[in-house]
């Protein structure tokens, strides 16, 4: 009889743990709340996908959630308190809402409505059109002959293209504003070519379009083709 009495003895505070132990496991399983709900753009009511929710307790975070393709997230599980929730989005101003309960087996639902940063002021773009031209055929090789930069047509006492040309050696022109020639060949027989493209006739471009001449009349490259005059090239703004 001694013997049962002393084993009970023993074995009575481990079945008073083991009870305390179950009691509190079961507690904690049936105890627990959550916090959810759905993030969205305050102006549009658009939900906000990853959006970050962070649940904290006494300045401690807690939990913490990111919100789906719906916008809607879930915080679990949460012993019963008040809880702040902090809202954040890449472009969007923070939002704060302190004092959120949460009690035992139930759901707390609290939206977040933030208010996106980007504030566009109008936007005036200005432009100047800008020409840069380069000769089609490469770097040119005067040969034999003149080159006029648009600073020294400027000084020239002339109105025509042709009176232009006809300045260099090797060139004629009877009377100004005729077409010239270069080097006793016949009218007509001297290529023009303006801006890479050859054309019949240029007298009609005013000098203060030509920002550059040359006047080849002999030694011409075979790139600019068979010619028996010359060949004049300009090079317009």
């Keep these: 009889m001694k013997e049962f009495c002393l084993t009970i003895l023993l074995l009575f505070p481990l079945i008073v743990l083991g009870s305390n132990r179950e009691s509190d496991v079961t507690k904690k399983s049936l105890g627990n709340g959550e916090i959810n709900g759905k993030v969205v753009d305050v102006a549009t009511g658009e939900a906000l996908i990853g959006a970050t ?3 904290n307790e006494a300045d401690r975070m807690v939990g913490s959630a990111i919100t789906d393709f719906d916008g ?15 809202f954040s989005y890449l472009g969007y101003e923070a939002v704060t809402v302190s004092m959120v309960p949460v009690s035992s087996d139930n759901m707390t639902s609290v939206n977040g409505e933030l208010r996106s940063k980007a504030v566009l002021d109008t936007l005036v773009v200005r432009a100047t059109r800008v020409v840069e031209y380069n000769n089609l055929f490469g770097p040119i090789d005067t040969g034999s002959g003149t080159a ?3 600073e020294a047509i400027k000084k020239l006492p002339v109105r025509t293209a042709n009176d232009i040309a006809s300045l260099g050696a090797g060139t004629y022109q009877e009377d100004a504003g005729d077409v ?11 290529r023009l ?7 019949d006739d240029f007298n009609s471009i005013p000098n203060s379009a030509i920002a550059e001449m040359q006047v080849l009349t002999g030694g011409i490259p075979a790139k600019y083709g068979d010619t028996t005059g010359g060949v004049v090239i300009i090079t317009t703004y």
């Design 53 to 55: 929710v962070v649940a």
């Design 193 to 199: 070519m303006v801006d890479g493209n050859y054309v």
């Design 148 to 150: 006029y930069s648009d």
């Design 72 to 86: 809607f997230y879930t915080i679990k599980p949460l012993s019963p308190g008040l809880y702040d929730l902090s």
């Design 180 to 190: 010239f020639q270069v080097r006793g060949s016949r009218t007509g027989s001297t």
